[in-house]
């Protein structure tokens, strides 16, 4: 492999799809054409450069981000694979925060998917260039200009084709490139040049005049002239037009073909060469622009030079129990060589530095220094994390961290004790290594909960926790942290005498209590006048209130928003103690419960739902059977509608799921605990016979 160009023929490219859509495949053909690999592997047979991780062999998907890289007409390509399946997509967006493009591709068979839209929605969020690629038109049930269609109307972009095929299907036979004319097909993934068969030059005419006039319409000088002399554009004007729609992201420029039979794949990566941005290009267009740590409030920029100070942002983790912590990082400016110390303008800390290496898959390929655009690794980098920035330690810098959407599936992790530590250990580390994961302690029930995108997202987590860690665990249904409270004020007694032959128990106490709004959490007043009890034993009183709240009544959940006062009582010179009132201070308590109407608070969460026009109706329906509250809806930029509502978190349980029914995958949602609400009598029934079945 040569030594990396300059910075002006670098391209760092993620390629995106929904799950299926063939990216894998795509990037084996792509470095297998750039002469990186010798042959090409197979997804199924889990041969390919980029399936790295056993789980994604044995589920066929791409779970985490993959790094290869390959040399086409004298431009450096930095491929980055991405996942695609819902549950993972979400790992993408901070991939798209470090490359100049992305190439998103669209299965020929099915289309558009939802995964494809929320893509979209990433990349107009970045302000990536994009370039199509219809794959998969070898394929029974191909369509390519029912596909060119869903693309215009669901992500609302007009679509540019540069090739099209030469048929579909069992007849799919190659493609047609539109701007020399020229077609291509491949045997045994060598592709090679046709003759243009009579049966597709009038498509490939009718798709080239179009292709030209969009390229004038940007362009008034070009558009006089085609209009009033009839003048095509130059092939540099031609290239120069196509440059500026896909960086400007004005047109959807698309190819098309079979990544599988590396058809259409040579002219895609010509297209990733000539139209993509470099480093320097993608800079004009997001300007490289953070803020001093030290000093917040003070912006800070670099350029993407050689000679500027170093900046890099961590956009990829990967633990192994080991070779220990490997850090992924695109450098932004300046240069990092091997075991260069640098500052982490994110946590304010100086790193020592490690060994650094450039990835084709898993392979780690030792090198001396990273410069600007480049993207490659360093070793054991203990103090750093997934989105931190790196910078010179005499130049701090901070940018912008990606914003990870909120995990929306959370279960209990379930273990025995045997195996209880290294879970616990395992699980830290994955969360450090996956920005989507979640890990935390429910002080309430004591449960260890892990969150993340969806079911199998969980699952594949547990699997790599086994087979990295050691740590064996389950997933089951998270106990909600029910309370209760009290609903009425009530004057009541606590007593405990016993008399044993010598030293006896005597307390004696009376207790007001009373509900305080929601929130109120709990308060004590000691209104004890004249020394009926003594002084000492007040907090003894107060301890035994504050352990008997620990359980309540109903279902034995913790007491909360209740005013305890002590108003009375009396003691005995030789039989009262500590003991004996932190007793009756309990007893007094308990019996207050039952006197003072107990009733179950169930947590109510927040909710945030953005799903498309043509679902509303039925989400807002769903959100109003499970007790839901809709307290607006609000249209979104770019299409959808945004749902504000409040549901109780018994009800949402398993929201994540029921949403990607609804909505066939369209729909995402945030939601957080809010308050808490007294449940209907008989929804707290229907709860305490639930938590029943669940502890037998």
Request: charged share 25%; aromatic share 6%.
């Amino acid at each position: 492999m040569p030594n990396v160009p300059e910075i002006s023929l670098l391209r760092n490219v993620a390629l995106i799809a929904h799950g299926g859509g063939g990216k894998t495949t795509l990037a084996e053909s792509l470095l297998f054409n750039g002469e990186a690999i010798a042959r090409r592997g197979d997804v199924d047979k889990g041969t390919t450069v980029m399936s790295t991780e056993p789980e994604e062999v044995e589920r066929r998907v791409t779970i985490v981000p993959h790094i290869g890289h390959c040399v086409w007409r004298d431009r450096w390509f930095n491929l980055i694979d991405t996942p695609g399946y819902s549950d993972f997509l979400e790992s993408t967006r901070g991939v798209l925060d470090v490359v100049g493009g992305a190439v998103m591709l669209f299965s020929s068979e099915v289309g558009i998917k939802s995964e494809n839209e929320r893509l979209w929605a990433m990349v107009e969020e970045s302000m990536v260039p994009v370039i199509g690629f219809i794959n998969k038109l070898d394929r029974p049930r191909a369509d390519f200009i029912r596909t060119l269609g869903t693309i215009e109307a669901r992500l609302n972009i007009t679509t540019l084709p540069l090739t099209i095929p030469i048929g579909v299907g069992e007849h799919f036979g190659g493609i047609v490139d539109l701007i020399p004319m020229t077609a291509w097909s491949a045997r045994d993934g060598v592709f090679f040049q046709i003759d243009l068969p009579e049966s597709a030059r009038a498509d490939a005419e009718y798709y080239r005049t179009q292709l030209i006039e969009k390229i004038v319409e940007g362009d008034d000088e070009l558009l006089e002239r085609y209009l009033s002399e009839g003048r095509e554009p130059s092939l540099d004007e031609l290239h120069k037009g196509l440059r500026e729609a896909v960086i400007t992201r004005r047109l959807l420029v698309v190819y098309c073909g079979s990544g599988a039979a590396n058809i259409g794949v040579r002219s895609l990566a010509n297209g990733i060469a000539e139209y993509f941005p470099s480093p320097i290009d993608k800079a004009t267009v997001k300007p490289l622009v953070g803020v001093d740590p030290d000093h917040p409030e003070r912006a800070v920029s670099r350029t993407p030079s050689p000679t500027d100070p170093f900046s890099a942002v961590a956009f990829k983790t990967v633990m192994d129990p080991f070779s220990g912590k490997l850090t992924v990082i695109r450098v932004f400016s300046g240069v990092i060589e091997n075991e260069q110390p640098f500052y982490n303008g994110t946590r304010a800390h100086k790193e020592k530095g490690g060994r650094l290496f450039r990835l084709q898959g898993r392979e780690m390929i030792p090198i001396q220094k990273l410069g600007v655009g480049e993207i490659g690794a360093i070793a054991k980098l203990e103090g750093v994390h997934t989105g931190d920035t790196l910078c010179a330690i005499d130049h701090p810098i901070r940018y912008e961290r990606v914003n990870f959407q909120e995990p929306t599936h959370t279960f209990a992790v379930e273990t025995d004790s045997k195996t209880e530590d290294k879970v616990a250990a395992g699980l830290e580390k994955l969360v450090e290594e996956d920005p989507t994961l979640r890990l935390r302690r429910d002080p309430a029930t004591h449960e260890l909960i892990l969150s993340g995108m969806g079911q199998t997202h969980l699952r594949v987590v547990l699997d790599r926790l086994k087979r990295k860690y050691g740590g064996i665990a389950t997933l089951k249904t998270a106990r909600p942290p029910f309370r209760e409270t009290i609903t009425k004020k009530v004057r009541v007694q606590g007593r405990l005498k016993k008399q044993t032959g010598g030293r006896g128990q005597f307390a004696d106490c009376w207790l007001e209590m009373e509900p305080l709004p929601r929130d109120g959490g709990y308060a004590f007043e000691n209104r004890i006048f004249g020394g009926v009890i003594p002084r000492q034993f007040v907090p003894s009183v107060e301890k035994g209130i504050i352990e008997a709240m620990e359980q309540g009544i109903v279902g034995g959940y913790p007491v909360v928003d209740v005013k305890v006062a002590l108003v009375d009582g009396s003691h005995h010179s030789v039989d009262s103690s500590d003991f004996a009132f932190k007793t009756a201070g309990s007893m007094g308590f308990k019996k207050g419960l039952a006197e003072a109407g107990s009733v179950l608070l169930e947590p109510v969460m927040t909710m945030e739902v953005t799903v498309p026009d043509d679902v509303l109706g039925d989400v807002i329906g769903d959100l109003n059977s499970r007790r839901g509250k809709v307290l607006g809806v609000t249209p979104k930029g770019g299409g959808g509608q945004v749902i504000a509502a409040e549901a109780p978190m018994v009800e949402v349980l398993d929201y994540g799921n029921v949403l990607n029914g609804l909505t066939s995958g369209r729909g995402l949602y945030t939601m957080r605990l809010s308050a808490y609400a007294i449940a209907p009598s008989h929804i707290t029934r229907v709860i305490l016979e639930q938590e029943k079945k669940s502890e037998a």
